[in-house]
């Protein structure tokens, strides 16, 4: 019984990364397997009422994965899946494009709004200045006891340390149970972390959502829409952080947070590689801030990976491409269209 919900859980979280619902799924799959499938032999094949079969073609219809039949009027027909469902990880993947720089513009408005705010008084900006762990961990403290709607997080770099985890555990625990919804984003480079895996884990048990992306926007905690901590420096978030409740400025790091949840892969589900660069996401972005001119150094802090880790990517890509030098692959990554 764990295996088959082991099964229908990894099925469940393939169908978000798609934006397929489960709904949607089965008649698609009904379709496949019987061409001829109308709306009636569909209702009747999954035992669901005629509207719900014809919501889910709706939905398989705005997804390009179902189209009118030639041979019969009226009746819809199911788009192979190498047809259908390649064009949709294509199209996804414009759209990712897309919001990644969006992610990048949001986040330089916000860094600029922040920082202007770090050096005024805060007087009437609706923020305090907390200066040190000690003074941060205890407003988390009080932000975990009295949270009531929801609580969104953003932890860029490799991994949390064990005892941050371990500190926020017993609240975390509290506001779940009290129905306050969780979402969290964490960088992909801390899917090889361990502990910070374990305590994905332990928040999707209890409700919580958990996603990650290979780039995301400085580290906050936004709590109810209407308190939010960033750190003062986004390149050291243990010197202080900024306690703010400026509708303004929450505003701005609201959007932040959505635009990079979008873009954001839910935990268990894998980053496949694109079908026409043959490239994975975290590949990609190597390429992209090494041609803007990142540092492999740069690069690492970014992604929250290694030195090391980028220059194996770095060579692999290169061994590729049959390249001799950095510079080599650069041009042959932009004539190809990977860049």
């Known amino acids: 019984m764990k295996g088959r919900g082991l099964i229908r859980r990894e099925a469940k979280l393939m169908l978000e990364a798609l934006g ?14 019987d061409p001829d499938y109308g709306v009636a032999e569909l209702t009747v094949a999954l035992a669901i009422e005629e509207r719900d079969v014809r919501a889910a073609l709706d939905e398989l219809a705005d997804m390009m994965l179902v189209r009118s039949s030639r041979d019969r009027p009226g009746v819809m027909r199911a788009v192979s899946p190498e047809v259908g469902l390649a064009d949709l990880v294509q199209r996804q993947e414009v759209e990712l494009a897309q919001r990644q720089a969006q992610v990048a513009a949001a986040k330089a408005a916000v860094t600029t709004l922040v920082a202007e705010c770090a050096d005024s008084t805060l007087n009437g900006m609706g923020g305090e200045r907390l200066i040190g762990l000690d003074a941060i961990q205890r407003r988390l403290e009080q932000l975990g ?52 895996v374990a305590y994905a884990h332990w928040l999707l048990e209890l409700g919580g959502e958990v996603r ?3 780039v995301l926007p400085q580290r906050m905690v ?84 290694s030195l090391r880790t980028v220059r194996r990517i770095m060579a692999s890509i290169m061994e590729r491409l049959q390249a001799s030098s950095r510079f080599e692959a650069g041009l042959k990554a932009a004539q190809r269209g990977w860049l």
Do not use: K
């Open 20 to 33: 397929l619902s489960v709904l949607a799924d089965l008649v698609y799959r009904a379709m496949l397997r």
């Open 145 to 196: 006891r009295t949270m009531a709607s929801d609580c969104l997080a953003v932890h860029p770099g490799p991994a949390q340390r064990p005892e941050d985890l371990e500190a926020g555990r017993s609240l975390d625990r509290d506001a779940l149970a009290r129905g306050v919804a969780f979402r969290t984003l964490y960088q992909d480079s801390a899917r090889n972390d361990a502990a910070t």
């Open 212 to 214: 990650t992306a290979p």
């Open 222 to 305: 936004i709590v109810d829409r209407s308190q939010a901590l960033v750190p003062i420096d986004p390149s050291n978030s243990r010197t202080g952080a900024l306690y703010v409740t400026e509708p303004g400025i929450l505003r701005s790091l609201l959007d932040l947070f959505e635009v990079a949840w979008a873009t954001a892969v839910p935990l268990g589900a894998l980053r496949e590689r694109d079908e026409t660069t043959g490239l994975t996401t975290m590949e990609r972005e190597i390429l992209q801030l090494l041609a803007a001119g990142l540092t492999d150094e740069g690069v690492g802090r970014r992604l929250g990976v």
